[in-house]
């Protein structure tokens, strides 16, 4: 799945008039650049949310054929689920299989193919990209790799749903894989963060750590790393 509904409001005035998705970079939209990605690990479905100047991704994905694959629209526009409610509205597609989650507004050469390999051999609920870097939220890991909570840098919110011995702060990375199974720990609620759908399911489940530090990673909904997603683009390999 897609992510591809979000506002854009951190990249505003490039917002004003277009999602957030098709911002380009290095002439490509960040939707294109994430379907050539999925299509490079061999992926040939894909699930994409809309909301925000949502008729443009339609047309988008018209005007190029759906890029040769099999794309499914999750339409909010209506109502702008949030990245729980999105994935909930999306459920019926996902009930099969283990799948991968992608924000449109990560760049990132992470190998996806290895990160959902991890997914199928260890089978946990959730296997969750993190790296060490600096941001105001952090997801808490045991010793062993598995989610134990989260916390807030600045503020000092801890949410603990794994007590250990030690926590390890990582930051989320945006990419992650779930086994169908997540479903079943979401609320009744229309709205609502995954990330609190991850601290109730730690609590008897196993989400684990996906360490990617050596690749690269920007977060392009940030105009700051616009600059330095336009050099990193040719880092990026493409289907």
Same mark, same amino acid.
């Given at each position: 799945?897609?992510?591809?509904?979000? @506002?854009?409001?951190?990249?505003?005035? !490039?917002?004003?008039?277009? =999602?957030?998705?098709?911002?380009?970079?290095?002439?490509?939209?960040?939707?294109?650049?994430? +379907?050539?990605?999925?299509?490079?690990?061999?992926?040939?479905?894909?699930?994409?949310?809309?909301?925000?100047?949502?008729?443009? +991704?339609?047309?988008?994905?018209?005007?190029?054929?759906?890029?040769?694959?099999?794309?499914?629209?999750?339409?909010?526009?209506?109502?702008?689920?949030?990245?729980?409610?999105?994935?909930?509205?999306?459920?019926?597609?996902?009930?099969?299989? =283990?799948?991968?989650?992608?924000?449109?507004?990560? @760049?990132?050469? +992470?190998?996806?193919?290895?990160?959902?390999?991890?997914? !199928?051999? %260890?089978?946990?609920?959730?296997?969750?990209?993190?790296?060490?870097?600096?941001?105001?939220?952090?997801? @808490?890991?045991?010793?062993?790799?598995? !989610?134990?909570?989260?916390?807030?840098?600045?503020?000092?919110?801890?949410?603990?749903?794994? =007590?250990?011995?030690?926590?390890? =702060?990582?930051?989320?990375?945006? +990419?992650?894989?779930?086994?169908?199974?997540?479903?079943?720990?979401?609320?009744?609620?229309?709205?609502?963060?995954?990330?609190?759908?991850?601290?109730?399911?730690?609590?008897?489940?196993? @989400?684990?750590?996906?360490?990617?530090d050596d690749s690269l990673w920007l977060d392009v909904g940030k105009p700051a790393a616009l600059e330095q997603a336009q050099e990193a683009i040719? %880092?990026i390999a493409l289907g």
């Open positions: 799945m897609l992510f591809a509904a979000g @506002l854009g409001t951190r990249l505003r005035p !490039l917002t004003n008039d277009k =999602p957030k998705a098709l911002v380009e970079v290095g002439g490509m939209p960040l939707l294109e650049i994430a +379907i050539r990605r999925l299509m490079y690990f061999g992926c040939r479905d894909i699930m994409v949310n809309i909301h925000h100047f949502g008729q443009q +991704i339609l047309d988008f994905l018209e005007a190029n054929e759906n890029f040769g694959v099999n794309i499914t629209v999750s339409d909010e526009r209506n109502q702008l689920l949030d990245t729980g409610g999105g994935l909930k509205k999306a459920a019926w597609f996902f009930q099969d299989a =283990p799948f991968l989650v992608h924000n449109t507004d990560i @760049l990132s050469n +992470i190998d996806l193919r290895a990160l959902f390999q991890a997914h !199928l051999l %260890e089978a946990p609920l959730a296997t969750l990209s993190v790296r060490k870097r600096q941001t105001s939220r952090y997801l @808490l890991f045991d010793d062993g790799g598995r !989610l134990s909570g989260w916390c807030h840098a600045r503020t000092g919110e801890e949410r603990i749903c794994r =007590p250990a011995a030690h926590y390890h =702060p990582l930051a989320f990375s945006g +990419i992650y894989v779930l086994s169908p199974g997540i479903f079943s720990y979401m609320p009744d609620e229309e709205v609502f963060s995954i990330i609190d759908v991850f601290l109730q399911a730690g609590q008897t489940e196993t @989400l684990l750590a996906y360490r990617h040719g %880092e």
